[in-house]
């Protein structure tokens, strides 16, 4: 039982090392720290106000070919 436990434990470390994201360049690594940071706490400050804007602009856009595709997609999903 205590052989089990004790790999468990290994094994758990195993998953719980996850090395730092590194993109090369040391400006994309600062700059995804720092949106990665600000999207842990509050996402939904940008997330909505965001998708809210990308919608009223595709409407405006392409008016009512927009409600159109929304609507086959709701049928069809």
Aim: glycine share 4%; net charge positive.
């Amino acid at each position: 039982m205590k052989s089990h436990f004790i790999r468990l434990k290994h094994r758990m470390e195993e998953v719980s090392m996850v090395e730092p994201n590194d993109f090369g360049f040391a400006f994309a690594n600062n700059l995804y720290r720092n949106i990665n940071r600000f999207f842990k706490k509050a996402p939904f400050i940008i997330v909505i106000p965001a998708s809210v804007f990308i919608a009223f602009f595709l409407y405006l856009l392409f008016g009512f070919l927009a409600i159109r595709l929304v609507s086959i997609l709701q049928n069809g999903f």
